[in-house]
């Protein structure tokens, strides 16, 4: 299962990507700054890093470009995946000439998160994305699986550890 780093200092988006990455069978690690984002990396090397754009101390693109410079093995080709809410092309192109692999602009969908990810873990590595789409439908057969129990008991809502499948 494919392990990303999530660094959002806004705890509802970051709330929402974990969410929705761990939904899709990633492992999900979080950092709220660029530094934590940065120690979390080189301590745990996630196979992917999500990172938003403006965070307090290290901004995202400040990461990107310490990975990008890393002198440790093969860090500086962890995939990146920039968020920001800068949609100009100005910005877009700061963000890849820092480094990132893709550029996502905020809002986006959850289709298009996916999307992105899966991309970036496909070119990193063939066959990555696949691991984590095989956990992902085996986690919404178990989450069915619980609905169809629940509807049967007449439950009308579920604990939130089912939710989270």
Not at 20 to 27: F, K, S, V
Not at 85 to 95: D, F, H, K, L, N
Request: with cysteine; hydrophobic share 50%.
């Amino acid at each position: 299962m494919p392990t990303l780093l999530v660094a959002e200092d806004d705890p509802d988006i970051r709330m929402l990507l974990v969410y929705r990455l761990r939904h899709a069978g990633h492992e999900v690690l979080e950092a709220a700054n660029g530094a934590d984002a940065l120690d979390l990396i080189r301590a745990e090397r996630p196979d992917a890093a999500i990172l938003d754009v403006s965070m307090p101390g290290l901004s995202g693109l400040e990461v990107c470009r310490a990975v990008r410079a890393a002198q440790d093995g093969d860090l500086h080709r962890l995939p990146i995946l920039v968020l920001s809410a800068y949609a100009s092309q100005r910005e877009i192109q700061a963000g890849l000439q820092a480094g990132a692999d893709q550029y996502l602009t905020k809002p986006f969908t959850a289709s298009q998160l996916a999307d992105a990810v899966r991309d970036m873990l496909d070119r990193a590595r063939p066959g990555l994305a696949a691991v984590a789409a095989g956990a992902a439908t085996r986690a919404s057969a178990r989450t069915g699986a619980m609905l169809a129990g629940a509807s049967a008991l007449g439950a009308t809502a579920l604990p939130r550890a089912a939710e989270a499948g």
